[in-house]
C-alpha cells in the first residue's frame, strides 16, 4: 500500500491539492472545493458498553424495530439464549431469518438491549469476503508505486457486502456500464458526499430517460468501521433511492483501503476527523475505466453523454 506520501502525490498529478477545510463547523462552506482537495469531516465517537455476539435470527419484527436472535454466550455477560433486540430501521429491513450475525450488544438503563455494527457471519460469506480482500491485497502490493488505475485501465477484482448483505463481487457489474463514487454515512458537508449523493441520483434518472440500458450505479464507503449494510440500507431508503439498479457497498477496512488506493481517493482518519477526497468513475462493459471525475462539482448530463457513446 502506498505511503501518505505516495497517495497524495498520486492525486495532486490529478488535480492541485488546496489547504485542508474544517468540516466539523455547522456553516456551510462559501464556495465549492478544489477538484478533489481533501476535505475534513468530524464525525463523533460515542462511548458504550459493548459486548461482541455471534449468533441466528429467529424473528423479525419490522414495527418495533426488533430482532430476535438466539446467540452464543456473552463471555462475562450472560449464558446462550434466544432474545429480543432493539436495531434500527435499516439493520430490521435488511435482516432475514436464519441469517447468522455478529455485532455488538448494547445494554441500556432501561433494561433493554440494542445492537449496532450488524454484520453477516454466514461461513460462506466471510470466506468469500476474506479471501476478496487478501486477493485485492496481494494486487495492490504487486502493482506496487503503479497501483493507481489510470483512465483506460481495468478496475481491480474486488468483493465486498452490499445495503443487503449479499456478497457481491466486482464480476457481478461485468458486461454493464458501471458509475462508481466513494461516500460515507455521516459526511456532514453539504458539497461533498451529500452533493455526490445528489447527483448520482439525479444522473440515474437521467440515464433510465436517455434510455441507457444495462447501467448499474455504485457507491463505495469511506467508513467502513461505522458504515455497515444496514447502516448503508438506511441511507438508501431515508433518500427514496431506487436500489434496483443503485448499490451501496462496504466491507473489511482493509479491502477499502486498498481500494482506495488503486482509485486515487484519500481517506484517513486523524482522531475523530475523516479527512478525505472525492472521485467519480464511469467504467464501460469490460471493467475498463473511461472517465474520471475528482470532487462533485461535475455534471450528471455530461455522465450520461459518455455513457451513450
Same mark, same amino acid.
Given at each position: 500500500m502506498?505511503?501518505?506520501?505516495?497517495?497524495?502525490?498520486?492525486?495532486?498529478?490529478l488535480?492541485?491539492?488546496?489547504?485542508?477545510?474544517?468540516c466539523?463547523?455547522?456553516?456551510a462552506?462559501k464556495?465549492?472545493p478544489?477538484?478533489?482537495?481533501?476535505?475534513v469531516?468530524k464525525?463523533?465517537?460515542?462511548?458504550? *458498553?459493548?459486548y461482541p455476539l &455471534?449468533?441466528?435470527?429467529?424473528?423479525?419484527e419490522v414495527?418495533?424495530?426488533?430482532?430476535v436472535?438466539?446467540h452464543?454466550?456473552?463471555?462475562?455477560?450472560?449464558?446462550?439464549?434466544?432474545?429480543?433486540?432493539?436495531?434500527?430501521?435499516?439493520?430490521v429491513?435488511?435482516a432475514?431469518?436464519?441469517q447468522?450475525?455478529?455485532?455488538?450488544m448494547i445494554?441500556?438503563?432501561d433494561? *433493554?438491549?440494542?445492537?449496532e455494527?450488524?454484520?453477516?457471519?454466514?461461513?460462506?460469506?466471510?470466506?468469500?469476503?476474506?479471501?476478496?480482500a487478501r486477493?485485492?491485497?496481494?494486487?495492490?502490493q504487486?502493482?506496487g508505486k503503479?497501483?493507481?488505475?489510470?483512465?483506460?485501465?481495468?478496475?481491480?477484482d474486488?468483493?465486498?457486502? *452490499?445495503?443487503?448483505g449479499?456478497?457481491?463481487a466486482?464480476?457481478?457489474?461485468?458486461?454493464k456500464?458501471?458509475?462508481?463514487n466513494?461516500?460515507? &454515512?455521516?459526511?456532514?458537508?453539504?458539497?461533498?458526499?451529500p452533493?455526490s449523493?445528489?447527483?448520482?441520483?439525479?444522473?440515474?434518472?437521467?440515464?433510465?430517460?436517455?434510455?441507457?440500458?444495462?447501467? %448499474?450505479f455504485?457507491?463505495i464507503?469511506?467508513?467502513p468501521a461505522f458504515?455497515?449494510?444496514?447502516?448503508?440500507?438506511?441511507?438508501?431508503?431515508?433518500?427514496g433511492?431506487d436500489?434496483a439498479n443503485? +448499490?451501496?457497498?462496504?466491507g473489511?477496512?482493509?479491502?477499502?483501503r486498498d481500494?482506495? &488506493?488503486?482509485?486515487?481517493?484519500i481517506? %484517513?482518519?486523524?482522531?475523530?476527523?475523516?479527512?478525505?477526497?472525492?472521485a467519480?468513475?464511469?467504467?464501460d462493459?469490460?471493467?475498463?475505466?473511461i472517465h474520471? +471525475?475528482?470532487?462533485?462539482?461535475? %455534471?450528471?448530463?455530461d455522465?450520461? &453523454?459518455?455513457?451513450?457513446?
Open positions: 502506498k505511503s501518505n506520501a505516495q497517495a497524495w502525490g498520486s492525486v495532486a498529478a488535480t492541485a491539492l488546496v489547504a485542508l477545510a474544517g466539523g463547523k455547522p456553516a462552506p464556495a465549492e478544489a477538484a478533489n482537495a481533501p476535505v469531516a464525525v463523533g465517537k460515542t462511548v458504550a *458498553d459493548r &455471534t449468533g441466528e435470527i429467529t424473528g423479525v414495527a418495533r424495530k426488533v430482532l436472535v438466539r452464543e454466550e456473552i463471555k462475562g455477560y450472560m449464558p446462550a439464549m434466544t432474545m429480543e433486540f432493539l436495531v434500527s430501521a435499516g439493520d429491513a435488511a432475514k431469518v436464519g447468522r450475525i455478529r455485532a455488538d445494554p441500556s438503563k433494561g *433493554d438491549f440494542r445492537l455494527k450488524i454484520w453477516p457471519d454466514d461461513r460462506t460469506a466471510t470466506a468469500a469476503i476474506a479471501a476478496g486477493g485485492l491485497r496481494e494486487d495492490t504487486t502493482r503503479n497501483a493507481y488505475r489510470e483512465v483506460g485501465e481495468t478496475i481491480p474486488f468483493t465486498l457486502y *452490499d445495503q443487503e449479499r456478497v457481491i466486482g464480476g457481478h457489474f461485468r458486461g456500464i458501471v458509475m462508481v466513494f461516500i460515507f &454515512t455521516r459526511c456532514p458537508v453539504a458539497t461533498m458526499c452533493a449523493t445528489l447527483k448520482m441520483i439525479a444522473t440515474q434518472k437521467l440515464a433510465k430517460e436517455a434510455g441507457v440500458s444495462k447501467i %448499474e455504485v457507491s464507503t469511506l467508513d458504515d455497515t449494510p444496514g447502516v448503508l440500507k438506511d441511507y438508501a431508503t431515508t433518500r433511492i436500489t443503485f +448499490s451501496f457497498l462496504t473489511p477496512e482493509a479491502a477499502i481500494l482506495l &488506493t488503486q482509485f486515487g481517493v481517506a %484517513e482518519f486523524e482522531g475523530d476527523l475523516l479527512k478525505h477526497t472525492l467519480t468513475l464511469l467504467i462493459e469490460r471493467g475498463k475505466i474520471r +471525475s475528482d470532487g462533485s462539482a461535475w %455534471e450528471p448530463k455522465f450520461v &453523454t459518455k455513457m451513450k457513446k
